[in-house]
């Protein structure tokens, strides 16, 4: 049974795939044939949505905000995440229970009730159309995340190792840095995917906030709603191209989220 | 119980180790006699846990066998080994109680019911668990999880070595020297060999009959804490036993003196052979071995230091570019920042290339 | 875990309490203003009490669609939490393959939702979509514009394609973070396999679990993008979520009274709910 344990990913990954390549076929085909046939394979290779993208400037320009924005708020998010997280994680203090689960909350209500009184909001501190404007807003929702994230990987520490690094002479930022983080680097490189793919992917607060300056790669995808119709093969081509930033960065964060499984020692 | 015999065991970690610098531990030939209490003592990254998994088969050896009472034990996985083994940091099964946790090994194995009962009600009588067998073991303390950790390996009737992994490094300084103390008593009681790996001198030296000092994968000394004091075997050993450690000195040898820097020469307590050219040579002697002369014999230095530290005190002292500690009784008076002194003959040592000249401990 | 008492750790969950607050309370107290007022317009309001609120949770409309929507949450999560394990575990741990799996097992996840209900909406029709092909090839009887069960699967399936990986992800880091010591004790004390993960493996994902659970139940319970996009609510609606009804009761009414109390009833209902999964989830945990 042991043996044949690497077909449940091999079979999981064989799912996930067979969608994504019906989005990348899509994004090849024009939107005629997507619409007008079905075709496992694009009769009509055409490039032309990659190149409308990679060429407009609206639609690049698009790419780079939304990479902006998404990267100062996941940095923002995980960096002020990790000290509070700690806090929760090895001290009690007046409220904390209820801060804790407060934090949560902020992700319950759905984004569409923040709509308006963002754009009153943010448009009164000056800050409508901006990248930060939409880093910002994100950390509603990102910031609990990495706190509860981050917070479950720093209770599987336990405290005497904090207790041993000050024995051994230890200051506290020397011993969070490293001694404390790579312990719970797993933690840390999940966090930080998330912040990321939760503010890469969200529209409706990301659209609101912005309107020229800053607008994100989701907003200009709407575009595609355009009054010629629904412009599929394009929206695919999109769609596809966003992946692609995603990819680097879990690419990138693959051995924080793996290390737990390089160490063997404490 | 069980004799331990390594075979010409050797370990490297990378798939294809070329040279003897790449092995993680270096050819071995040891035997763990049945019932002895040994630290396996050496700084980080000298190799000791990795013999500590070669013996309790959490890793197996690129090259060599290890037999378990005459039987190879080379490919045997570590459930079949009848070894237990107490980790760094307290590892138990923090959703059942402290009972259970005992019970474990024993329930895996298949044991009735009735016995299981009466080995974990012994183990934990022995180890003063007795009042807390029905707590759940997440919320005890480190060194109340050690000791559970320990029963665990306690419990199983075929046990024949318990192996420890610096098994004190998360306790309370003031509760490491009680749990010391009760290893030590348990080994007297049982009949159980005991490997105890550390860093810690202290640990080693008053845990260990019998101490195997490690250095970069490699054991430099096998032998009694008195040896590895009197007869340290490699210039390691006597640094890093004994507080302070050894005194060492670049030396040439002239029949049986030993010439030091600043020409000096120093009486050995017989004569050298001739020492090929080329060859580190260095004399030892250790703290203790050094005293600091009254009068107008002795080697002149320069006092740089002198630390009390309650019943001795310990100078420090320059001669010729190299520092050395000087040990003298409380009562001492060293005045001024020139004194002299004399290395007690019999007690200085020769070193080549950081082995000992001479043989290994009588 | 045994914590000190220090007030002064406020100073390290401050940042955090500034920019999620400066978010979270304006805009809540906005529209806490509308939940309670009505207008005809020109800015005038008129307060109204809790009118609005006894008109939502006595509206047939509103139990059908909160029906719905807790059918398909608890049926994702029936699925998606122990199917992520279950690959979590499975998961190569070293070795080139392990890159492989989490760059691959991470892309649905980056698909921006509206894209992601656009696959779906084509890839599951049955005349021109992979899937409807195939699921009508062999014989069934499929078309998920027409029929709601259909619509109810490919719904499921959407959402288990889509976010799955999630728990996956969350899980792995989790196991990835048991100490090998522990592996090696239950290997000296002849655990089986299964005594590895009963003992060890899920006791020390409980607390990476227990955010995967409630992270999968908030995020579905307020979905809107994908079905929006994949069904519209429909065909009729069999499909229409909370969410969707709330946009549409939204977008119909003039007045925004009935909205934001219904936003207000969901977010008491998810918070009420995301409660008492935590507390159930975490009440082995000491009571320091």
Redesign the interface.
């Known amino acids: 049974m042991r043996r044949l344990s690497w077909l449940a990913p091999v079979l999981y990954m064989l799912f996930l795939m067979v969608p994504i390549y019906w989005l990348l076929t899509m994004s090849f085909k024009t939107t005629n044939e997507i619409l007008g046939a079905f075709t496992l394979w694009p009769r009509n290779f055409t490039l032309d949505q990659y190149r409308e993208i990679l060429t407009n400037p609206v639609w690049y320009r698009g790419y780079i905000n939304s990479i902006i924005y998404v990267s100062i708020n996941t940095i923002l998010s995980v960096a002020v995440a990790l000290p509070a997280a700690y806090a929760f994680s090895r001290y009690r203090f007046l409220g904390d229970k209820h801060l804790f689960f407060w934090l949560l909350t902020n992700r319950m209500a759905p984004p569409a009730v923040f709509a308006l009184p963002f754009f009153q909001l943010y448009s009164a501190i000056g800050l409508f159309d901006t990248h930060i404007a939409v880093a910002l807003a994100h950390c509603l929702f990102n910031i609990p995340l990495a706190v509860w994230i981050l917070e479950g990987f720093m209770s599987g520490v336990p405290k005497e190792v904090d207790e041993t690094a000050y024995i051994d002479g230890y200051s506290f930022p020397r011993f969070f840095v490293k001694i404390f983080m790579p312990l719970i680097a797993s933690g840390i490189g999940v966090a930080a995917f998330f912040c990321f793919m939760f503010s890469w992917v969200e529209l409706l607060l990301a659209k609101t906030l912005t309107s020229v300056a800053a607008k994100p790669i989701a907003a200009i995808m709407t575009r595609t709603a355009s009054a010629s119709g629904y412009e599929l093969g394009l929206l695919a081509a999109a769609g596809a191209l966003t992946i692609v930033p995603g990819a680097i960065v879990i690419y990138f964060v693959r051995n924080y989220i793996a290390k737990g499984f390089a160490l063997g020692r404490v | 119980m069980a004799r331990i015999l390594l075979d010409n065991v050797a370990h490297a970690y990378g798939p294809t180790p070329r040279g003897l610098p790449d092995y993680a531990l270096k050819p071995l030939n040891h035997a763990w006699e049945n019932g002895g209490a040994y630290a396996l003592l050496g700084p980080s990254g000298c190799g000791k846990?990795t013999l500590l998994n070669i013996i309790?088969?959490?890793i197996t050896p690129k090259q060599g066998r290890i037999l378990f009472d005459g039987k190879d034990v080379t490919q045997l996985?570590?459930?079949q080994r009848n070894?237990?083994?107490v980790?760094?940091?307290p590892?138990i099964?923090?959703?059942?109680t402290v009972a259970q946790n005992l019970a474990?090994?024993l329930r895996?194995?298949h044991f009735p019911a009735a016995e299981v009962s009466k080995r974990v009600s012994e183990v934990a009588q022995m180890l003063e668990l007795t009042a807390i067998l029905g707590k759940k073991a997440?919320?005890l303390t480190?060194d109340v999880k050690q000791k559970v950790?320990l029963g665990?390996?306690l419990v199983r009737p075929d046990v024949s070595a318990i192996l420890f992994d610096e098994p004190l490094?998360?306790i309370d300084?003031h509760l490491k020297w009680q749990l010391r103390s009760q290893l030590k008593a348990l080994h007297r009681q049982f009949d159980l060999t005991m490997i105890y790996v550390t860093h810690d001198q202290t640990e080693a030296l008053t845990f260990a009959d019998t101490v195997v000092v490690m250095y970069e994968g490699e054991v430099v000394q096998i032998g009694t804490p008195a040896d590895l004091l009197e007869r340290p075997a490699h210039t390691f050993v006597g640094y890093f036993i004994g507080s302070p450690g050894m005194n060492v000195l670049p030396a040439d040898l002239r029949g049986n003196h030993a010439v030091i820097g600043g020409g000096y020469e120093i009486e050995l307590d017989r004569p050298y052979r001739e020492i090929p050219p080329g060859t580190k040579l260095e004399i030892g002697v250790r703290p203790e071995y050094v005293r600091l002369s009254s009068g107008e014999e002795g080697i002149p230095v320069a006092v740089q230091r002198v630390d009390d530290i309650g019943r001795i005190k310990v100078a420090r002292v320059r001669l010729d570019g190299v520092h050395l500690n000087v040990v003298a009784p409380e009562d001492a008076r060293i005045e001024g920042d020139v004194s002299r002194i004399l290395f007690q003959s019999g007690h200085v040592h020769l070193y080549a290339d950081g082995h000992l000249v001479g043989g290994a401990a009588s | 875990m045994d914590k000190t008492w220090n007030n002064k750790a406020w100073f390290m969950v401050l940042p955090v309490l500034v920019l999620v607050a400066f978010n979270a309370i304006i805009p809540l107290m906005t529209v806490v203003n509308y939940s309670v007022q009505e207008t005809f317009g020109d800015n005038v309001f008129f307060f109204e009490g809790v009118k609005w609120f006894q008109q939502v949770v006595n509206s047939e409309r509103f139990h059908a669609a909160l029906l719905r929507q807790l059918t398909f949450t608890f049926t994702i999560l029936a699925i998606e939490v122990p199917l992520g394990v279950a690959i979590a575990l499975t998961m190569p741990r070293r070795g080139p393959w392990v890159s492989v799996c989490l760059v691959l097992m991470a892309l649905p996840l980056l698909i921006p939702w509206n894209v992601v209900g656009a696959i779906w909406n084509i890839f599951a029709l049955p005349d021109i979509g992979l899937l409807g092909r195939v699921l009508n090839g062999i014989g069934l009887d499929y078309n998920y514009t027409r029929q709601p069960e259909d619509a109810w699967f490919t719904l499921i399936l959407m959402d288990v394609w889509h976010w799955t990986s999630l728990v996956v992800l969350l899980a792995y880091a989790g196991l990835s973070s048991i100490p090998d010591a522990f592996y090696q004790a239950a290997k000296i004390d002849g655990a089986s396999r299964w005594a590895v993960f009963r003992y060890i493996q899920l006791p020390k994902m409980k607390r990476v679990l227990t955010i995967a659970v409630l992270l999968r139940f908030m995020d579905s319970f307020m979905i809107y993008t994908e079905p929006s996009v994949l069904t519209g609510g429909g065909p009729g609606n069999s499909t229409t979520l909370l969410s969707i009804d709330l946009v549409k009761v939204a977008l119909g009414q003039f007045d925004l009274g009935p909205a934001a109390a219904m936003s207000i009833i969901y977010f008491l209902i998810v918070l009420l709910l995301s409660w008492i999964f935590y507390t159930l989830m975490m009440r082995n945990e000491e009571r320091s």
Do not use: C, E, K, W
């Not at chain 2, 099964?93 to 059942?96: A, E, L």
């Open positions: 846990t309790s088969g959490l996985p570590t459930a070894i237990a083994q980790f760094q940091f590892v099964y923090d959703t059942m474990f090994p895996n194995r997440r919320g480190a950790s665990r390996g490094t998360v300084p």
